[in-house]
């Protein structure tokens, strides 16, 4: 588990008293029982996520006004536009579908004047809602909240679909009812996925109005969105842990996925890995350019924490509304890139029924489509920034690349893309996977963006490690155990929009997710290029001391790196030893090391499953961040 401080208001003073007094400090550091090798791939590898979850989801069609006809009939035009053979498979209810808690047993019953389907004599039941969208060879998806309460019950107060009777029959979410509910919707009713909310644990304080007006119990909450020393990040894990526990219970065919939708807050950019298929990293997304630029930021730096099975959501595609709508298609096919390339679930969410073929054309971007799905799974690394235009490059399982080249600004842009971002030598191929087109360069290659354009490109060519592979460019392969993030602070990096709800009303939209400090492919974890000792590294791990990562290893012999303290490091006194494991034992390690050139290690890994790379801090004295740099790190023939 990790090690959070969680500064609970209960525990703050007791935190205090540990900064405060150097030994005690020294003693929490000290605990590195959490950097024990585990000689296995321990990331997890439950539930149908594979490759990042593709479908449909009525929220950003409908809102609560979702009802049976519109879900068949998106389920229908899946079908019938060939979207599910490209594999847009789920099919998923978002709120809005329930009526309420039956109080005798506890039994949850569905709106069944919207799902007519699911009427049964004094009882409902969707079974035979999932039995037409099984029968159609799709999936069925469904949503619940971790509390008592939804987020419609607080937000959609003008809905005719909410939750009806008694405050006990409007607890519709799974507090309390975990295993029940968990047991009904997918052993009973045939589910196959679910997306689980957050508002319950959130928004019905005792003091909020909605709870005084709508006569619900009250939840003190345990997430607080602009302070993470008020979010008790163990207890959020947990009621999440507890869905996942319960889903491995009632799914023995392991037919399940399981999406936490806690809008980036209690640090689960951190933990999200360990316990759902995917979890969002952010806020709402809404129809607005700069509102899908911040939910974009806030997955986009995070491909060290994605990997088959677990995947980084910056929420569901917004393609076909606003900002994104058959007007706007250099705006709306750069949305639906970026998602691709940074692997994030593709979950359509308009009305099907009437799609123009402009949408559909987007959407069905096979070549797209393929890019996302790469069963790798290795999320692009971003290889070029500024606040205009960024460059980000995704290996495919071929070994051949991806690259995206997203203009952010509202000026036309020139950008050189070089072999050097590709990892790439000699000549290379680019074909445009929009246009089709192909070119080849040398060297580097200057492509005009538009305003708001992304270009993506499929780029063969040899590979610069050509016996090899840089870590950086297998984030899939890598699983960040323990990323030594001691205080969890909030992302910096993340495009803060005009808030759609508050507009400029109060002290403005500050940072909010925490995760900064976060193990990052070819930057140190607070976004400064990577060096050791007035070295430069263009490629390499950043990451704090007291970090374990698990890379696996396809039949590489060797793993070669660089290993030092990184320039920008912020703690000034301590010293690193670095070790490299195979399948759990000891190969080669450093002596310690501080402010000197990164030492060279070297290890036979034949045979190897999994490697792990620890960056050990012991009897640390200083609670600042250690920033360490594996440096050319890579897997080698
Ligand atoms: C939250 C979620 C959305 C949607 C709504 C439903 O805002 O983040 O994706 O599910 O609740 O009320």
Known sequence: MPRYRTLIPATLAIAA???????????????????????????????????????????????????????????????????????????????????????????????????????????????????????????????????????????????????????????????????????????????????????????????????????????????DQSAINRTDIPKVRALYQSVSDALAKSNADNDYILSLCNWGTADVRQWGHDVGNMWRTSQDITPEWTRMLHTFDSAATRALYAHPGAWNDPDMLFVGHGDFDENHLTEARSHFSLWAIINAPLIIGYDLRKAPKSLLDIWGNADIIRINQDRGGHQAVLEYMSDDVEIFVKTLSNGDKAVAIFNRGLAPAEVALTAAHLKMTGTIALTDLWSKDTQSFNGETLMKVAPRETLVFEARGARQLAEGLYLSEIPGNIHVAEDGVIVPQPDPMVHRMISPWDSSRGGGSRAAYTGWGGAQADSTPYDQNLQVAGHPFATGIGILAGSRMEVKNDGFTRFETQAGVDDTTQNLKDAVVFQVYGDGRLLTETKSVYGELAKTLSADISGVKVVELVARADNRTSDLPLIVTWGDAALKK
Not at 62 to 75: I, N, S
Not at 140 to 145: H, K, Q, T
């Open 17 to 223: 008293a540990l900064f405060a007094s150097g030994s005690a400090m020294a003693d929490t550091l000290d605990a590195t029982g959490h950097l024990e090798v585990t000689g296995k791939w321990t990331a997890k590898t439950r539930g149908q996520a594979l490759t990042p979850p593709m479908g449909w989801n009525s929220w950003n069609a409908y809102r609560t006004e979702v009802d049976e006809e519109k879900v068949l009939g998106a389920a229908q035009a899946l079908v019938d536009s060939g979207l599910a053979k490209l594999g847009y498979n789920y099919v998923n209810i978002d709120d809005g579908w329930w009526l309420k808690r039956r109080t005798s047993d506890g039994r949850m019953l569905i709106r069944t004047q919207i799902f007519p389907s699911a009427k049964l004599k004094g009882d409902s039941s969707f079974k035979p809602f999932t039995d037409r969208i099984h029968a159609m060879g799709l999936k069925a998806g469904i949503y619940s909240d971790m509390g008592r309460n939804a987020c419609s019950q607080r937000f959609d107060l003008h809905s005719p679909n909410l939750p009806e009777g008694t405050a006990a029959e409007r607890e519709v979410g799974l507090y309390g009812h975990v295993d029940q509910d968990i047991d009904l919707y997918f052993r009973q009713w045939g589910f196959d996925y679910i997306k689980v909310d957050a508002c319950g644990l959130n928004y019905y304080g005792p003091d909020e109005p909605v709870v005084k007006s709508e006569g619900y119990r009250a939840f003190a909450p345990i997430i």
